[in-house]
């Protein structure tokens, strides 16, 4: 099993960053791919970025040019940096972790871009 736990999220100014963070607990050793989802109210969740060892990062293309994923493997960490947010990036974020026994999920974290 794999525990995820979100932090960082919060209000942010329209133009503004902010940088979220998730850290895992478990069966951390075996994850292959760490990334960020997020969920708006009457629309699936959507990728926002994934990085898997060993391969260049996904971003979704709403988000492209605007974030930047990183993984911290020794701290089993992974980071998504959002710049020049916009009302639109406003949503639910989730963690979310896999490894050849499972796909894991976070509890998600609110973000909300408004003036």
């Known amino acids: 099993q794999v525990h995820l736990v979100e932090s960082g999220g919060g209000l942010v100014q329209p133009g503004g960053s902010l940088r979220l963070s998730c850290k895992a607990s478990?069966?951390?050793?075996?994850?292959?791919?760490m990334g960020w989802y997020r969920q708006t109210p009457g629309k699936q969740r959507e990728l926002v970025a994934s990085?898997?060892?060993?391969?260049?990062?996904r971003y979704g293309a709403s988000v492209e040019g605007r974030v930047t994923i990183s993984r911290d493997n020794a701290q089993y960490m992974v980071y998504l940096q959002m710049n020049s947010l916009k009302p639109d990036d406003s949503g639910v974020y989730y963690c979310?972790?896999?490894?050849?026994?499972?796909?894991?999920w976070g509890q998600g974290i609110q973000v909300t871009v408004s003036a």
């Open positions: 990085l898997t060892r060993g391969r260049d990062p």
């Open positions: 478990g069966s951390v050793p075996w994850l292959n791919t």
């Open positions: 979310n972790a896999r490894s050849n026994d499972g796909n894991y």
